[in-house]
């Protein structure tokens, strides 16, 4: 007798709908607009290169803080999808012998997504009042089963480690509406989406997308402030990623910016995909900066960083500061050999770009900061990672923490059924 895959006769009745729901996100290399503000140093009317040396430092990135998240739809509620996202972040130190050790908060969060109130609008307005109130009801269902460990996303604000280690439950469920922008005051926060909208499907999985992306950002704060409440402040992390100033508000209530720049002072994003781009109306310069050598840099000052304009757009306009300026490193962390061109590269595989704190505005002290990173940045470039797609431009202990946030992550299948094991 023959089995069959009974995943195979669900797919014959229920509708795949992934090609209208999942558009493409845009971010991908070098496709953001250059920032016209960015300052090449010494001298921004050329490009200078250096070669970064990590015998002249005996100073090395000692942690290391890698997020992850994993989406799916659990569902549709009135025709419109439930996404429910599964969120993980992991911090490694490295001893005196080199070996990696997992610490940090060792919370995970869990995230319901689904434009509750814009839907409830909608059909209050132009429908069957009745879902409004099937809508309602799921909500209340999720704070009664999970009352203990839930909470509504704004309610991160403020010192999100505390409030976090309050809950006693490895997982936090919380609950994000995205018909509103961002993680603001219940009372004054902006409608983004129009109740007319809400059965613009691809719009709704790029706000679920980019509120998993943001909730993704605020774990790693908390992460790192425990890191550095516990290990103090002069040891240098290395974090996968942007860095984004609006992570302030994660800290606490009052003096977010000092906050801000204690525990980020020696932290330093290291973004192996650059999307803005950079010489993009000199060519001749754009040459220069593909043909650098492994373990050469050059180092600029701009206002303008590589995080996706999805997740930009989720924070309040007024509280961007959009004149923070940024010190970054462009490095050819490795370089790949058979892609010579008559012995010299020229290509944009294996450069980087490490973002970093500007704490002193003197030239000299931003020349000196990004000379340091880039050589406790080339210290990484070995061992290789396993992962030979990104051999090129990952560190392998930002490999490690990657794949221990991934291990704390739900399974795909178990999220895409999550709501009838919450209800028995």
Same mark, same amino acid.
Request: glycine letters at 4%; charged letters at 30%.
């Given at each position: 007798?023959?089995?069959?895959?009974?995943?195979q006769?669900?797919? +014959?009745?229920?509708p795949?709908?992934?090609y209208?729901?999942?558009?493409?996100?845009?971010?991908?290399?070098?496709?953001?607009?250059?920032?016209?503000?960015?300052?090449?140093?010494?001298?921004?009317?050329?490009?200078?290169?250096?070669k970064?040396?990590?015998?002249?430092?005996?100073?090395?990135?000692?942690?290391?803080?890698?997020?992850?998240?994993?989406?799916?739809?659990?569902?549709?509620l009135?025709?419109i999808?439930?996404?429910?996202?599964?969120?993980?972040?992991?911090?490694?130190?490295?001893?005196?012998?080199?070996?990696?050790?997992?610490?940090?908060?060792?919370?995970?969060? %869990?995230?319901?997504? $689904?434009?509750?109130?814009?839907?409830?609008?909608? =059909?209050?307005?132009?429908?069957?009042? *009745?879902?409004?109130?099937d809508?309602?009801?799921?909500?209340?269902?999720?704070?009664?089963? *999970?009352?203990d460990?839930?909470? +509504?996303?704004?309610?991160?604000?403020?010192?999100?480690t505390?409030?976090?280690?309050k809950?006693? +439950?490895?997982?936090?469920?919380?609950?994000?509406?995205?018909s509103?922008?961002?993680?603001?005051?219940?009372?004054?926060?902006?409608?983004?989406?129009?109740?007319?909208?809400?059965?613009?499907?691809?719009?709704?999985?790029?706000?679920?997308?980019a509120?998993?992306r943001?909730?993704?950002?605020?774990?790693?704060?908390?992460?790192?402030?425990?890191?550095?409440?516990?290990?103090?402040?002069? #040891?240098? %992390?290395?974090?996968?990623g942007?860095?984004? =100033?609006?992570?302030?508000?994660?800290?606490?209530?009052?003096r977010?910016?000092?906050?801000?720049?204690? !525990?980020?002072?020696?932290?330093?994003g290291?973004?192996?995909?650059?999307?803005?781009?950079?010489?993009? #109306?000199?060519?001749?310069?754009?040459?220069?900066?593909?043909?650098?050598?492994?373990?050469? !840099?050059?180092?600029? %000052?701009?206002? *303008?960083?590589?995080?996706?304009?999805?997740?930009?757009?989720?924070?309040?306009p007024?509280k961007?500061?959009? +004149?923070?300026?940024?010190?970054?490193?462009?490095?050819?962390?490795r370089?790949?050999?058979?892609?010579?061109?008559?012995?010299?590269?020229?290509t944009?595989?294996?450069?980087?770009?490490?973002q970093?704190?500007?704490?002193?505005?003197?030239?000299?002290?931003?020349?000196?900061?990004?000379?340091?990173?880039?050589?406790?940045?080339?210290?990484?470039r $070995?061992?290789?990672?396993?992962?030979r797609?990104?051999?090129w431009?990952?560190?392998?202990?930002?490999?490690?923490?990657e794949?221990?946030?991934?291990s704390?992550?739900?399974? =795909?299948?178990?999220?895409?059924?999550?709501? %009838?094991?919450?209800?028995?």
């Amino acid at each position: 007798m023959m089995v069959t895959n009974p995943f195979q006769k669900i797919k +014959s009745f229920v509708p795949d709908l992934h090609y209208i729901e999942e558009e493409p996100i845009e971010g991908n290399e070098y496709t953001y607009d250059s920032d016209p503000d960015e300052r090449f140093l010494p001298d921004s009317t050329t490009i200078t290169f250096e070669k970064a040396n990590p015998d002249e430092t005996n100073e090395r990135f000692t942690a290391f803080l890698d997020g992850t998240h994993r989406l799916a739809r659990m569902g549709y509620l009135a025709g419109i999808p439930v996404y429910i996202a599964s969120i993980a972040g992991a911090l490694l130190i490295r001893d005196e012998f080199g070996r990696l050790h997992d610490t940090g908060l060792l919370k995970n969060l %869990v995230a319901i997504i $689904y434009p509750f109130e814009s839907v409830k609008d909608y =059909y209050t307005e132009y429908g069957d009042k *009745k879902v409004a109130d099937d809508i309602e009801e799921f909500l209340n269902i999720l704070k009664d089963i *999970k009352s203990d460990c839930i909470l +509504s996303d704004y309610e991160l604000r403020g010192d999100v480690t505390e409030k976090l280690t309050k809950i006693d +439950s490895p997982t936090v469920y919380i609950i994000a509406d995205i018909s509103y922008r961002g993680l603001i005051n219940k009372d004054i926060r902006e409608r983004q989406i129009d109740p007319k909208d809400v059965y613009s499907l691809g719009s709704i999985y790029r706000k679920a997308r980019a509120r998993a992306r943001v909730l993704m950002s605020i774990l790693e704060a908390a992460y790192l402030k425990r890191y550095r409440d516990e290990y103090g402040f002069d #040891n240098w %992390v290395l974090v996968d990623g942007t860095l984004n =100033y609006t992570l302030k508000f994660f800290f606490k209530p009052t003096r977010q910016h000092e906050a801000f720049q204690n !525990y980020f002072k020696k932290t330093v994003g290291f973004v192996k995909t650059i999307r803005r781009k950079v010489f993009e #109306n000199d060519p001749n310069k754009l040459l220069q900066f593909f043909s650098m050598e492994e373990g050469q !840099y050059t180092i600029s %000052v701009a206002y *303008k960083t590589d995080t996706e304009e999805e997740l930009i757009s989720e924070f309040d306009p007024e509280k961007r500061d959009v +004149s923070m300026k940024w010190g970054f490193v462009y490095l050819r962390f490795r370089l790949p050999r058979h892609l010579l061109s008559q012995g010299k590269p020229l290509t944009n595989k294996g450069i980087v770009k490490l973002q970093f704190v500007i704490d002193n505005d003197d030239l000299d002290a931003i020349i000196s900061k990004g000379r340091l990173i880039a050589n406790m940045a080339c210290f990484e470039r $070995y061992p290789l990672p396993s992962d030979r797609k990104r051999v090129w431009n990952e560190p392998l202990a930002i490999e490690e923490a990657e794949k221990v946030a991934k291990s704390r992550v739900h399974d =795909y299948r178990a999220l895409e059924s999550a709501g %009838v094991h919450m209800i028995l």
